[in-house]
């Protein structure tokens, strides 16, 4: 079974740094495009940042390019989210997120990423 488990959220001032990493099993990274989302309250899911599954291309959201880095290790089944320069509105929930053509889409649970003011 695709199995997705993300960690590392907390609460930190503006402009602080956090690390969100997921662990992923039951698939083979290179298979599938891998992402993390995020949703605040009163708001809908949105995209953050992904890592394309044909050529392992790297995509950001408008709001986070420059600030946040997704990387993956292959070896170790972990994808990670470096975000740096954090600001009040990056407090959301935080999922990870695995998905492959014409076979479906797949999510973890989220971690809480928390800044304040």
């Known amino acids: 079974d695709v199995q997705l488990q993300a960690s590392g959220g907390g609460l930190v001032p503006a402009g602080g740094s956090l690390k969100l990493s997921c662990k992923v099993s039951?698939?083979?990274?290179?298979?599938?495009?891998i992402g993390w989302f995020r949703q605040a309250p009163g708001k809908e899911r949105e995209g953050v940042s992904c890592?394309?599954?044909?050529?392992?291309?790297?995509n950001y959201g408008d709001s986070v390019k420059g600030r946040f880095t997704i990387s993956s290790d292959k070896a170790e089944n972990m994808v990670y989210l470096q975000m740096n320069n954090l600001k009040p509105e990056d407090t959301a929930v935080y999922y990870c997120?695995?998905?492959?053509?014409?076979?479906?889409?797949?999510w973890g649970q989220g971690t809480q990423v928390t800044v304040s003011s």
């Open positions: 890592i394309m599954r044909d050529n392992g291309t790297t």
């Open positions: 997120n695995a998905e492959k053509a014409r076979e479906g889409s797949w």
């Open positions: 039951g698939f083979t990274m290179d298979d599938y495009g």
